[in-house]
């Protein structure tokens, strides 16, 4: 079964340029979570999609993040324009939407490094 | 609200030692717990988790973590770590939304 994939892995860019991440869920897992994990912390939580539908985006700056996932299986994340700030590695996650236990388990991309100079 | 802490920052210890990452958590609702652990350069792969039932949890690669409800906590174990142990490691709670901790950096010495 082939796993979460994301691209790119790394990205350097300068402060005020956009930038873009892509995620492409397991098949079949109808939940897709955005993370950002600044240096030295855990994962936030940006946005979570069930299907092509936001869930939750309390946490997502949205002046300038913005994220789709129009036919309910790849994602796309922006960010335009980047501040330094925005420096860390943005996860992709997704689970299968089911019982309350399969929805809690959820797997992991390698992430995106950003680095906003 | 839900909040989760992990009180080490880094733990290191002995090849084949015993070890134990702390993880204690706060919420008004039942929760669900987990442990996630990051290896350098990858995305977190679920080690175990704890939705209901026997408090005494076991995961992948011999660990294991036991819910204290009346203590909050949710601690993780492993009676003898290896070098390849070497990793990040994250308590997660988790009512309406997942909650990560800070995490707890394993550094395994020879």
């Known amino acids: 079964e082939a796993g979460v994939a994301q691209s790119p892995r790394y990205k350097i860019i300068e402060k005020r340029q956009s930038v873009a991440f892509w995620c492409n869920p397991i098949?079949?897992?109808?939940?897709l979570y955005w993370y950002q994990q600044i240096l030295g912390q855990g994962p936030k939580l940006l946005i979570q999609?069930?299907?092509?539908?936001?869930?939750?985006d309390s946490q997502l700056p949205k002046d300038r993040f913005s994220a789709e996932r129009l036919k309910g299986v790849d994602s796309t994340l922006k960010i335009q324009p980047a501040k330094l700030e925005d420096s860390a590695v943005y996860l992709c996650?997704?689970?299968?939407?089911?019982?309350?236990?399969?929805?809690?388990?959820?797997?992991f991309g390698p992430g995106t490094r950003l680095t906003v100079t | 609200a839900q909040s989760v802490t992990q009180l080490d920052s880094q733990v290191p210890v002995f090849e084949e030692a015993p070890v134990e990452l702390r993880c204690n958590y706060s919420?008004?609702?039942?929760?669900?717990l987990f442990w996630y652990v990051q290896y350098p350069n990858q995305g977190l792969q679920l080690l175990l988790k704890?939705?209901?039932?026997?408090?005494l949890v076991k995961g992948i690669n011999g660990f294991e973590a036991e819910f204290n409800k009346s203590q909050t906590s949710f601690h993780l174990r492993k009676p003898s770590v290896h070098i390849s142990d070497t990793a990040e490691y994250f308590c997660?709670?988790?009512?309406?939304?997942?909650?990560f901790g800070s995490g707890t950096r394993l550094s395994i010495r020879p």
């Open positions: 996650a997704s689970s299968l939407l089911g019982t309350a236990e399969s929805s809690y388990e959820q797997y």
């Open positions: 098949s079949g897992h109808a939940t």
């Open positions: 999609f069930q299907n092509n539908g936001v869930v939750d």
């Open positions: 919420s008004s609702v039942s929760v669900y």
């Open positions: 704890y939705l209901s039932g026997s408090t």
């Open positions: 997660a709670v988790s009512a309406s939304k997942i909650i």
